[in-house]
């Protein structure tokens, strides 16, 4: 494994069509047109300095991280979306579109889709949360009254929906495609973790699971969840479900730390163990990518580490783009 590949953890999402990867200076997407042609998004990373602050206090970093993850994700979601839907559209209607449409991004339109992220990241969060505590108290609130082990029973619930969930989409050709691009992510990330050359043949030959994925993430808060609710008692509905709510920031930020600290253990033998629950969901989450769309994932990925190279030698400098837009909006 190289010395970058060691000290650099890169991270980043499947989209439509494409991958966006994350790096230390700037955030790109790369998507398959419907004409072969990749495109791409190149977003400038620059935190504010006190969010850059709140990421390295243990705990905090959890919650801050995955929020902004939510918020600057969606608007590279959204490139891929409006790319997508830009080629299934007539060219003479394509022209008229872009005539109407204003140049670069108002300030409206950031807010909004950094809300959109945010909003649809904690309104998920909820449904997930909320949902199996009162399909639980309808089933078997009056069969007895030890809170624990309705505690699990609401856990087991919970994973049972988000598996049907996710089996369910997963049947959809737009989200199994996603899904493909997922995978396709996963194996670039442990082809250059392996220090191996980023070609389509060496990425085929990874797994598509990876323990530092969202998907293991979403696992840990169903399992620890369930173990800091049980440290809580309560003795009524109001206060179960104030408890979840109230309890979330706690299982989400503990989650993060556990999720760090499974993918640092996993090459030790036996504590490699602690990330397969994780690694199982991915079974869902991830699909075998084809060949071209692992080109797209590497194109990603090589301009990203392109951008963040020419960022370290010159600082400051303006970005060159290729096939692609600079989006004002600070990634």
Not at 41 to 50: A, I, Y
Not at 113 to 138: C, D, M
Not at 225 to 234: K, T
Not at 292 to 308: G, K, T, W, Y
Request: hydrophobic share 45%.
């Amino acid at each position: 494994m190289s010395e970058q590949s060691k000290t650099v953890s890169y991270g980043g999402q499947a989209v439509i069509e494409g991958v966006m990867f994350g790096g230390k200076h700037v955030n790109v997407t790369a998507v398959r047109r419907k004409n072969q042609e990749i495109t791409f998004l190149e977003v400038p990373r620059e935190d504010k300095p006190w969010v850059g602050k709140l990421r390295k206090i243990p705990f905090l970093r959890g919650i801050v991280s995955i929020i902004d993850a939510s918020a600057k994700g969606t608007k590279h979601l959204n490139y891929s979306a409006e790319s997508y839907a830009d080629d299934e559209v007539e060219p003479e209607e394509r022209a008229k579109q872009k005539q109407k449409e204003e140049s670069g991004w108002s300030l409206g339109m950031i807010i909004g889709v950094a809300a959109v992220g945010v909003l649809s990241f904690l309104v998920g969060k909820l449904v997930l949360t909320l949902v199996p505590v009162f399909l639980e108290n309808f089933i078997f609130g009056k069969m007895f009254d030890n809170y624990i082990l309705h505690n699990l029973i609401e856990g087991g619930i919970k994973l049972l929906l988000l598996l049907v969930y996710l089996w369910g989409i997963s049947q959809t050709p737009v989200i199994k495609r996603l899904f493909q691009y997922h995978g396709a992510e996963h194996k670039v990330i442990s082809t250059y973790e392996a220090g191996e050359e980023l070609t389509v043949a060496n990425v085929q030959k990874h797994t598509r699971l990876h323990y530092r994925c969202g998907s293991s993430f979403m696992m840990l808060t169903i399992v620890l969840g369930v173990l800091i609710y049980s440290l809580v008692p309560w003795d009524n509905m109001t206060q179960r479900v104030l408890q979840r709510i109230i309890l979330l920031p706690v299982v989400i930020a503990i989650s993060f730390e556990f999720l760090k600290m499974t993918n640092a253990l996993r090459d030790v033998p036996v504590l490699r163990y602690l990330g397969y629950p994780g690694l199982w969901l991915q079974l869902l989450t991830t699909k075998e990518p084809k060949d071209d769309q692992v080109e797209v994932s590497i194109a990603s990925f090589n301009r990203m580490l392109e951008l963040d190279a020419q960022v370290e030698k010159a600082p400051g400098a303006e970005q060159p783009l290729r096939n692609g837009v600079l989006d004002p909006l600070k990634g």
